[in-house]
């Protein structure tokens, strides 16, 4: 039996699992692994900050197809305080349901007890944000801990994995054979055929159904299988924040966002007219459904998830489904082929029409002419200025992403991923990173507010060492946006300026941070815009700079200062601050429609 150190297993079994690149900082704890590492083909991209690591991790994971072999996004740090640093990307990725594997080096077995420098039991701390931390204490466990975590990864509901490795155990000696080692099986479950003719039995007698398609849709791979149901069936699809891009934004049975915050004027309306609900890989979040009352009142409900415990966790389904959405797609599509060739469908012919006028007719003005430019006339330029196929857009927390939600365009899956239920604040910067270099043929656009930009602003230099060319739309009003707007509820206004004088800056006014010359001394470069007719030529310029230099360009957008965007707290309660472009319709259209 061949002999090498557990670093060495271990390194052999990323390989196997088909990892090709990692995320990382090493450290005298974690050497061993990169002693190991350095031997292989496994490119490794040094970054600033090892919660920036695992955001990269996140971006790269979500931006492959599926979550199968070489998928799977990879951060590595020393100990102690590398770990502590990971546990905010671990719960990014647990609560978006996306496998991502953290490795931490740690003191040696026999200083664990005894406060060495660095130690902590970084596998106790990590446990509530993972789906298994283990400090692996002997070391010819190694090489089955990494295959058993990439089963946990890539089991079920998808989530992330941390291994910690003692000094000493990395580099015993231990006897291992990589040729006999092969990954473990993975295990979705699968729906029964009766369950998806019950359900469907229920859409039937329905009169106004909706699908709601959550991010579990995208991780299974099902978007066509997703698209292939509604046209059988005829029924409109609500995709959740996680599901955005699962339909394309124009398909005809694309109903639009629902929601509090991350919605469409005419997807709420929607939802409030339906009367049955066919939940595919979604978890009902709070800020899709408001108060469970609103949004559960006069409809039924089936609910398909992955996860056993997820069904009925915020409120009871009629029909409750346990199955890896693929699969279950894969049988609703078997069931109502069948039943569409027998004539069994129900005719929704007016229902869509109804959806479709309302896609049409409620909508929000995007074209605003103000100086300073409100953020919605940079949505209305970013809407124009990128491929509709190519491009995938990157969006992090706060009112920049709410206005994103509202105002962009989405037309494939994996082209719009954002950090959902954690929503920590620096995510845009790394996550675009791990995105573009797990997909280098796609234009990467980053979109988010500058307060949210200054959180791990030091990554953009990991975009310029590693040449990832990248459009950053930097939107800066110096102020934190939604706070201020939900300090509105308790008349104030406290503590969430960032304005100053720049004293290096005077053209900045009391805009503050001079992101263009923190940019270019990241090496990176920097547009700034004050004109909303200069947008478009600015990200036309972004887009060429970023291609030919191979570095990471910011546009910085100069928006008004105070810009409230729709939201209310509930379903039917939504405030529009700004101009509606609501357009009426001969009363014909319907009858018109249905014949």
């Not at 971006?59 to 072999?69: D, H, N």
């Amino acid at each position: 039996m061949p002999k090498m150190t557990a670093a060495e297993a271990a390194v052999r079994v990323m390989e196997s699992e088909g990892v090709e690149l990692v995320f990382g900082i090493p450290g005298a704890a974690i050497l061993p692994l990169y002693d190991a590492m350095r031997h292989t083909k496994i490119r490794h991209v040094l970054v600033r900050h090892e919660e920036g690591g695992g955001h990269m991790a996140e971006g790269y994971t979500r931006a492959r197809v599926g979550t199968g072999a070489g998928k799977i996004g990879v951060n590595i740090g020393t100990s102690g305080p590398a770990g502590t640093d990971m546990i905010t990307c671990l719960y990014s990725a647990m609560a978006d349901s996306i496998p991502i594997l953290c490795i931490t080096g740690q003191a040696p077995r026999a200083k664990l007890h005894k406060e060495d420098f660095q130690a902590i039991d970084i596998a106790a701390i990590a446990r509530p944000v993972t789906k298994w931390a283990v400090t692996v204490l002997e070391a010819a466990q190694v090489p089955w801990a990494f295959r058993e975590a990439f089963r946990i990864m890539r089991s079920g509901r998808p989530g992330p994995v941390l291994i910690d490795l003692p000094l000493d155990v990395q580099r015993e000696l231990i006897e291992y054979n990589p040729w006999f080692d092969v990954p473990l099986e993975v295990y979705k479950p699968r729906a029964q055929r009766k369950q998806i003719e019950a359900a469907l039995d229920l859409l039937a007698e329905s009169k106004r159904p909706l699908i709601v398609a959550g991010g579990g849709v995208i991780n299974a791979d099902a978007c066509d299988l997703l698209v292939e149901l509604a046209e059988l069936t005829n029924t409109p699809v609500v995709p959740t924040l996680m599901g955005w891009g699962a339909i394309p934004d124009d398909h005809p049975l694309m109903a639009g966002m629902v929601g509090l915050q991350t919605q469409h004027r005419y997807g709420n309306a929607t939802f409030l007219k339906s009367d049955f609900v066919l939940g595919l890989g979604n978890r009902w979040a709070n800020r899709h459904t408001g108060s469970i009352e609103v949004y559960t009142r006069g409809r039924k409900f089936v609910h398909v998830d992955v996860e056993p415990m997820q069904i009925g966790r915020v409120f009871g389904p009629d029909l409750g489904i346990v199955s890896d959405a693929k699969a279950a797609l894969e049988l609703f599509v078997e069931v109502a082929r069948e039943r569409k060739k027998g004539k069994l469908l129900t005719d929704r012919t007016r229902w869509v029409a109804e959806v479709q006028k309302r896609k049409r007719t409620m909508l929000r003005r995007t074209d605003f002419k103000n100086t300073p430019i409100k953020p919605q006339r940079v949505f209305h330029e970013i809407n124009q200025a990128f491929d509709r196929d190519r491009t995938c857009f990157v969006s992090s927390i706060g009112l920049g992403q709410i206005a994103s939600g509202q105002f962009q365009k989405v037309f494939k899956p994996r082209n719009y991923i954002i950090c959902g239920q954690a929503g920590p604040l620096g995510w845009i910067i790394p996550a675009a990173i791990g995105v573009k270099l797990a997909d280098p043929a796609k234009e990467v656009v980053g979109i988010g507010g500058d307060y949210d930009f200054q959180f791990l602003i030091e990554e953009l230099a990991v975009g310029a060492q590693f040449n990832v060319p990248l459009v950053f739309v930097l939107i800066n009003n110096s102020y934190l946006g939604l706070i201020r707007q939900a300090q509105k509820g308790y008349k104030m206004d406290y503590e969430v300026q960032l304005s100053f004088k720049n004293i290096n800056s005077p053209e900045l006014g009391e805009y503050g941070v001079d992101f263009v010359k923190v940019a270019e001394g990241m090496g990176c470069k920097a547009i700034r815009v004050f004109d909303p007719e200069k947008i478009q030529e600015s990200l036309q310029a972004a887009r060429t700079q970023a291609a030919t230099l191979r570095v990471p360009v910011v546009v910085e957008v100069i928006t008004e200062r105070v810009t409230d965007i729709a939201m209310g707290p509930e379903i039917d309660k939504i405030t529009e601050f700004e101009e509606t472009l609501d357009a009426e319709e001969p009363e014909e259209y319907l009858e018109q429609q249905a014949a």
